[in-house]
């Protein structure tokens, strides 16, 4: 089954990097997505990865991919405090078209 | 840019309750979805639709719960008679067309519900 885990809490300064992890246990083909929860706002989607793919870079989005632990990585450089919500990593097989698993989220918090 | 858009934004109703969710996709999509979050726990699966008909549903998604499109805009989750644990901020999500299509789905700010 498919079961997407992520820290609950990231606190960091603002012009510091942001490194948010999440662990995933489907091994067949998947997506791996982020995605951005502003308050009152919907699910924005950051980026996403297929799971051929080590790494992927957007801007000041770097995704990093782990197939052997299962572990998805998002790093956000010089954070500021615009950044700070709510981050989804979530999980789709393309045996489930459209059906995600989502983690819980990881509330960031940008300190000037 | 466009945008899957939800009304209502926040509707309180008692148990036993009707409820109708409206979601209007993005002018284009063809594959539409609907998802829940309960305070405090995951974001989760309810239903995914297409040519109007239930393309895939989950556990959650029993007799009590409903989808339909209308008219050409307009799509629907509706609720028989409410329950205390459908307490939820619900999301509609559409996508450019199934299989993978449905890599990317577009969210709506999504509705809250609060059954008393």
């Known amino acids: 089954g498919e079961d997407v885990e992520q820290s609950l809490f990231l606190s960091v300064r603002e012009g510091d990097s942001s490194v948010i992890n999440c662990t995933y246990t489907?091994?067949?083909?998947?997506?791996l997505y982020w995605y951005k929860q502003e308050p009152g706002a919907g699910l924005q989607l950051l980026t996403y990865?297929?799971?051929?793919?080590d790494m992927k870079q957007d801007q000041r989005l770097t995704v990093l991919l782990n197939k052997k632990d299962k572990h998805l990585s998002l790093r956000i450089a010089d954070t500021q405090t615009g950044d700070s919500a709510i981050y989804f990593c979530?999980?789709?097989?393309?045996?489930?078209?459209?059906?995600?698993?989502f983690g819980a989220g990881t509330q960031v918090v940008v300190t000037p | 840019e466009p945008e899957v858009t939800q009304t209502p934004s926040h509707q309180v109703t008692q148990m036993g309750q009707e409820v109708i969710l409206r979601c209007v996709p993005i002018?284009?999509?063809?594959?539409f979805y609907w998802y829940r979050q309960i305070l405090g726990q995951k974001v989760e699966f309810l239903v995914s639709?297409?040519?109007?008909?239930?393309?895939?549903k989950s556990e959650i998604f029993d007799d009590q719960f409903s989808v339909e499109r209308p008219d050409g805009s307009n799509f629907t989750l509706k609720i028989r008679s409410t329950k205390l644990e459908d307490s939820a901020m619900y999301f509609c999500?559409?996508?450019?067309?199934?299989?993978?299509?449905?890599?990317?789905?577009?969210f709506g700010a999504g509705s809250r519900l609060t059954v008393l």
């Open positions: 999500a559409s996508s450019v067309t199934g299989g993978i299509g449905a890599n990317v789905l577009t």
């Open positions: 489907d091994s067949s083909s998947t997506y």
């Open positions: 990865i297929f799971s051929n793919m």
């Open positions: 979530a999980e789709m097989t393309t045996d489930s078209w459209g059906k995600f698993q």
């Open positions: 002018s284009n999509h063809l594959y």
């Open positions: 639709f297409y040519n109007n008909e239930i393309s895939e």
